[in-house]
């Protein structure tokens, strides 16, 4: 899993830290946040804890059922007043990630972090929409 700050700091306590204290919450300050492969594991588990400490999670996944139940599992854990919600992504193809990233920027919000967790490993051979390699295209492109 790859953490990838998405802009400047935005100032003290505001951004996720080792001893588990609250980020800023509600309003223009709340930091916002996309999680690949949230839908379960450590992915999950990320998703809930950036979403327990008061950020508002986007969870990006494969499959809109098992997003769906995601952030329902979320809610249940943080609360259902928890700022989180599901965008469907599916890479390969590029397309997909576009149309992630289209829907996104649609929603009007800022991006503070940005958590790469989505990936496939040991995959039987094949080639993407885009004429990759899935494994390379999935995980790195």
Known sequence: MMIVPAGPRSGRGRTPSPSGRPMAAGGPGQPEAIVTGANTGIGLVTARELARRGARVILAARSA???LQAVDA???AVGAEA???FLRLHPPPFESVRAFAEGFRALGLPLHMLVLNAGVMACPFGLSADGFELQI???HL
């Open 83 to 85: 700022p989180v919600q």
């Open 65 to 67: 059922p098992k997003g």
């Open 137 to 139: 295209a999935t995980n």
């Open 74 to 76: 979320v809610k249940e």
